[in-house]
């Protein structure tokens, strides 16, 4: 039983009623992308990386990233129907000098939907990675990495540490992991308008101002999640963003809960 392979479930975007997604590393060092179609297997089964592995069909051989496991029509046994080369997309603004392997990294506690805090030599404590999961994400980091250029060095978010690749593509990036901070709440709007104030100065509108993207530490706010923001040279656009801040740190439901604090707090 030696020759078989480890898997290791990543990450998974289950769904009982359609296909679901997996992520998977394969003996530590290469990463697959699995669908299975709906109906074969049990939710509960899908969700928890030994049961799921139990389950799939032994792994195709040669060289592929990307697998589809059907019923077969023959037997009705799940099967791999595909097991192919992909070219996925990558971000393609890459501003920083510092690329950082997922490989290289130590995922530790999830913080939020494909963010963690994670380890790597490169730096001396743990920080934030926030990458595409799938595909379908690679758009959001795209937009994110783009707007960290723009706010790069004027003491409006977490500083970008780098970007995060995976075989070569670009799937997320770095940033500091903010310390000893809690989420913004109505009596920190002076600081929160100050903060948002120095994006609209630049000319750009971060476009969800819940309370969960601003991190107070001390006498400064922190922003946070840019993957909405856009230029903007409306200035009536930039004006209702800031009045509309008070009601924003006002909401008490959870609301774009997650931020870039750990979930136990």
């Known amino acids: 039983m030696s020759g078989l392979p480890r898997i290791k479930l990543l990450q998974a975007e289950v769904d009982g009623k359609d296909e ?10 290469t990463v697959k992308y699995v669908t299975i179609e709906a109906g074969l297997y ?30 077969d029509p023959k037997t009705g046994e799940p ?14 603004h890459q501003w920083h000098k510092t690329y950082v392997d997922y490989q290289d990294i130590v995922v530790g506690q999830r913080v939020h939907t494909g ?25 959001y980091m795209e937009n994110e990495t783009t707007a960290y250029e723009w706010i790069d060095g004027h003491a409006i978010g977490p500083r970008f540490l780098g970007h995060l690749t995976e075989h070569g593509r670009v799937i997320g990036f770095l940033v500091e992991r903010i310390t ?11 600081i929160c308008q100050q903060t948002l104030g120095r994006l609209h100065q630049l000319g ?34 930039l004006r209702d963003e ?14 774009g809960g997650g931020g870039y604090l750990p979930l136990s707090g």
């Open 115 to 139: 963010i963690y805090e994670v380890t790597c030599q490169q730096f001396d404590t743990p920080v934030i990675a926030k990458f595409a999961r799938f595909e379908w994400e690679i758009q």
């Open 204 to 237: 750009f509108r971060h476009g969800d101002t819940n309370r969960f993207n601003f991190l107070v530490r001390g006498s400064d706010a922190v922003l946070i999640d840019f993957d909405t923001a856009r230029k903007c040279d409306d200035k009536d656009a």
């Open 42 to 71: 049990p939710v509960e089964d899908m969700c928890f990386g030994p049961s799921l592995v139990s389950l799939m069909p032994a792994l195709p051989p040669g060289d592929w990233n990307d697998g589809l496991i059907a019923k």
């Open 242 to 255: 800031l009045e509309g801040l008070s009601e924003c740190l006002k909401d008490e439901s959870m609301r």
């Open 180 to 190: 000893d901070a809690r989420h913004a709440d109505a009596s920190d709007l002076t």
């Open 79 to 92: 099967y791999f129907a595909r097991a192919t080369e992909t070219q996925y997309p990558g971000v393609k």
């Open 20 to 29: 679901s997604f997996f992520r998977l590393l394969i003996n530590g060092h």
